[in-house]
Nanobody, 124 residues
Framework: QVQLVESGGGMVQAGGSLRLSCAAA????????MGWFRQAPGKEREFVASITDNGGSTYYADSAQGRFTIARDNAKNMMFLQMNSLRPEDTGVYYC?????????????????WGQGTQVTVSS
């Protein structure tokens, strides 16, 4: 059974940093396009960043560009999101997800398996 588990969330002051991790188990990790999404209270789930199966290409939402970095370690079945210069508007539950196709998509409905999420809270 496929499983994605996020970790690394927490509370941080504006301007601080957090590193999120996503551990995958149950299938061949390096065949899947992966992404990070977030959802703030009362808002829809939104795209943050994504990465190709071999890590060769990455994609970012405008809000994340220049502050966040997505990476993966296929040997360890792990994906990461380094978040710097955090802002209060970055607050939300962060989810990792995989996609069975090798092309980028920012739409949550195009992703197949989701983790349970990890809470990120940024105070001003």
């Amino acid at each position: 059974q496929v499983q994605l588990v996020e970790s690394g969330g927490g509370m941080v002051q504006a301007g601080g940093s957090l590193r999120l991790s996503c551990a995958a188990a149950g299938r061949t990790f390096n065949r899947y396009f992966m992404g990070w999404f977030r959802q703030a209270p009362g808002k829809e789930r939104e795209f943050v960043a994504s990465i190709t199966d071999n890590g060769g290409s990455t994609y970012y939402a405008d809000s994340a560009q220049g502050r966040f970095t997505i990476a993966r370690d296929n040997a360890k079945n792990m994906m990461f999101l380094q978040m710097n210069s955090l802002r209060p508007e970055d607050t939300g539950v962060y989810y990792c997800a995989d996609r069975r196709y090798y092309s980028h998509s920012s739409g949550p409905s195009d992703y197949d398996t989701w983790g349970q999420g990890t809470q990120v809270t940024v105070s001003s």
